[in-house]
């Protein structure tokens, strides 16, 4: 992982060093967003032959820390910053939407979870499938790590902010979730509906509340969970004006609706999509 | 810094035997004295040089890693420059199991208990088998095949881990779930130790086949002359007499499973309440239940969170306090070994 990220930055040095002429932003973070935020560089380059954009990851945890330090222009992170770089005085721009969904194991016999439901499953106060009319078959948990963006919105939407149960399977990643729920029976889990619909023979898909997750859904207010994605950048430590213009432009030009529809081929929604629910997420 | 070299016989040495200071081959006593051309003694220099910057580069890495896990590390318990955590007590992150990080609760125990443990298990495992094959090639097997033994370990020493993590996340965990659990999960010790054992054995094989090949032959002849039979030739004697050299295999097997991220992370279930589940458990036979329960340890903790953390912040720190962890038990590994393979020359 390390490897990688520092091969990234190497590329990203070598871009930068590469194109002296023209104005550079450098884009760190989330490697969730990192493909859509690259195809969005593609597109601007294009558009834009002044302006050199360099895409890496390193993690949401990795995009907050350099933004906030000075050490790339824009930030992507799944999650919003830690107070301590609100304080620094970054500044936040929610650039799609990232709609969530619960997938259990195929074999489990339930289609549908109510919100109390499925927090309690998380909790760890209902433990076999038979209480929610399933299979008798004990549940088990897999859920992402303590400092995973996805845990995060679970935590949020689904739990209530309560504490996940003791007994649980922990993967790293959305791939390694979808491998564990698929080959576990008794598995739930919650992951971007992108990989449901990805893995479709795999596992299943659990409607929430009655509403099974679909982009429908999201935007007509009835599927309440889902979050941002999120682009922040820190204007005290853009000096070059040219360089805060070709960052701002770069924004503007990803909430464009132009660029927006195409985000859902990605598995996003555009923001303006839920605009108007003010979901602090 | 020794003087370049100086190209002429040198003083017989004490045997009476004539030395090129050079380190070419020993010419004969009549041999004429030669010179080395300028550009040669300059070229020996330089490369005297580069020798010497390669190896201090690599003392100073290896100095300038400790230093950097040592600064951040200490950081959770010391405050220091540049760090927005709280300072924490030793106790509170040594000897307590609560690890919440979110929650500003940071107790490691159930990672070092995690890592002992399923090193532990692994070479419980890993240990007899790979002394054992190491007999095999060394004493019993014919010529082909102890050549062809020894390639397939090479190839296995040689395979990433992330393969092993594969296999066992892919094939090993739902075989076994199926197999003995009724279908629940069987991440945990059991597995974990079984992946990590696959492959700790290669090291330990070939260490212990070279512990027993390098034995004087009269041992075995000897054991055999007086009577007694393979088997306990084998027991009495070979193991006793090439006991250090397979404690230094097995520590150096210890040190690779310790260190191993990948392969574990991907088949423990990285729970890292497991010791409190534990505690909670009625089961009736917990340490069974320990075996196939999702556990964690601070290699597959650190895989997991360290990218996402922020720099600075108490749970970073903490961490990297582990990292430090890691780095010191590893050193304690290396220290041991030395020791060992000290032994044997006494």
Known sequence: MKIRFMARAILAGLLVTGAAQAQTVT???STALGPIVKKAAEDYMKSHPGVQIAVSGGGSMTGLNQVTSGGCQIGISDVFATPDQEKAGIKNHNIVVQPFTLVAHPGVGVKNL??????????GKIVNWQEVGGQNRKIVRVIRPESSGTRAVQKKTILHDQEFAKDVLIQDSTGAVVAAVATTPGAISFVELEHLEKNKNRIAGIAYNGVACSNE????GKYPVFSFGHAYTNPAKLGDPKVKQAVEDFLAYILSPSFQRNVIKAGYLPVDYVKSLKTKL | MPQAPEVSIAAASEGGYPVLEDGLSPAGAGAPAFKHSRLQRLADRWAHLGFLVCSLLVVGLIGGILYFLATRGLAAFLPMAGNTGRTLSFSEVFLSTDWAPSSDRFGILPFIAGSLGVTGLALLIAAPAG???GVFIAKMAPAWMRNLMRQVMDLLVGIPSVVYGIFGLTVVLPLVSRTWLADAPASGFAVSALILAVMIVP????????????????????????????WQAIWRVLIPAARPRLLTAMVLGLGRAIGEAMAVQMVIGNNPQWVALMRESTDRAPFLR????PAATLTTELVQELPNTAAGSTWNNVLFAMGLLLYLLTMVLILATRRLGRGKEA
């Open chain 2, 290 to 293: 320990a075996l196939f329960t």
């Open chain 2, 131 to 133: 002394v054992l094959t």
């Open chain 1, 114 to 123: 109510s919100a109390q439901q499925a927090e309690q499953i998380f909790t």
């Open chain 2, 203 to 230: 090291t330990i094989v070939s260490l212990s086949t070279d512990a027993f090949e390098s034995l004087p032959a009269a041992l075995d002849e000897g054991a055999q002359a007086l009577g007694s039979s393979r």
């Open chain 1, 27 to 29: 884009v760190m973070g």
């Open chain 1, 217 to 220: 859904a999201v935007k007509s």
